[in-house]
Nanobody, 120 residues
Framework: QVQLMESGGGFVQAGGSLRLSCAAS????????AGWFRQAPGEEREGVSC????????YYGDAVKGRFTITKDDAKNTVYLEMNNLQPEDTAVYYC?????????????WGQGTQVTVSS
């Protein structure tokens, strides 16, 4: 079973930046695709960004294109989400998942989530 743990969430003002990390319990991200999802109160969960195991395919949701960047370090078993120019609508609980679908709309194993709050 895959265990994932997110970190790096917090409170930031609009226009600010945060970097989320997702650490896996073992050698995971070199073998399967991984991704970030988010869920705001009263909203459905949405795929934010996903990356294939070889890094060749990367997906970004329309709402975050040009502002968020997903990367991973297979040696550290960690996936990152660099978030720039954050806006209040980015406020949500962010979850890491693996493996994920190519469409970045589903994950099999999930972390516990990390809260991101952006003030206007």
């Amino acid at each position: 079973q895959v265990q994932l743990m997110e970190s790096g969430g917090g409170f930031v003002q609009a226009g600010g930046s945060l970097r989320l990390s997702c650490a896996a319990s073992g050698r995971v991200f070199s073998d399967v695709a991984a991704g970030w999802f988010r869920q705001a109160p009263g909203e459905e969960r949405e795929g934010v960004s996903c990356i294939s195991r070889g890094d060749e395919d990367i997906y970004y949701g329309d709402a975050v294109k040009g502002r968020f960047t997903i990367t991973k370090d297979d040696a550290k078993n960690t996936v990152y989400l660099e978030m720039n120019n954050l806006q209040p609508e980015d406020t949500a609980v962010y979850y890491c998942a693996a493996p994920v679908t190519q469409q970045c709309d589903y994950g099999e194993y999930w972390g516990q989530g990390t809260q991101v709050t952006v003030s206007s």
